[in-house]
């Protein structure tokens, strides 16, 4: 039970980051491209919980996510999503210099 327990939450640090940089991302930085800052937060708390209750659990998820199929996949997820959030952000500015010339006559 212990052990499925513990694999479902190293599944969630999956898209964690290191323990330290969790704690310096703010969740509403208004101009963060991360998208992955809020999966970060809850890793965070969820792996803080965890480390109060066995800190022999704590230790073993934050061992799985360092491990490296775990940096890889989550690296390969950073940059997916920070291609798809500056593609986003151009697609916003293209439409608002469509309203502002179309629509408004700027």
Do not use: C
């Not at 694999?7 to 930085?29: D, G, R, W, Y």
């Not at 209750?53 to 996510?65: E, H, K, T």
């Amino acid at each position: 039970m212990l052990q499925s327990r513990a694999l479902v939450i190293a599944l969630i640090l999956l898209l964690s980051t290191t323990l330290p940089e969790v704690h310096s991302k703010s969740v509403f930085e208004r101009d963060r491209r991360d998208w992955l800052v809020v999966p970060d937060a809850i890793a965070a708390y969820i792996y803080e919980t965890v480390n109060k209750m066995s800190p022999r659990v704590g230790q073993f998820l934050a061992d799985a996510a360092q491990t490296p199929a775990v940096v890889v996949t989550r690296n390969f997820l950073i940059r997916e999503t920070t291609k798809l959030s500056i593609l986003a952000e151009q697609l916003m500015e293209k439409i608002k210099n469509l309203w502002y010339t179309r629509v408004l006559g700027y």
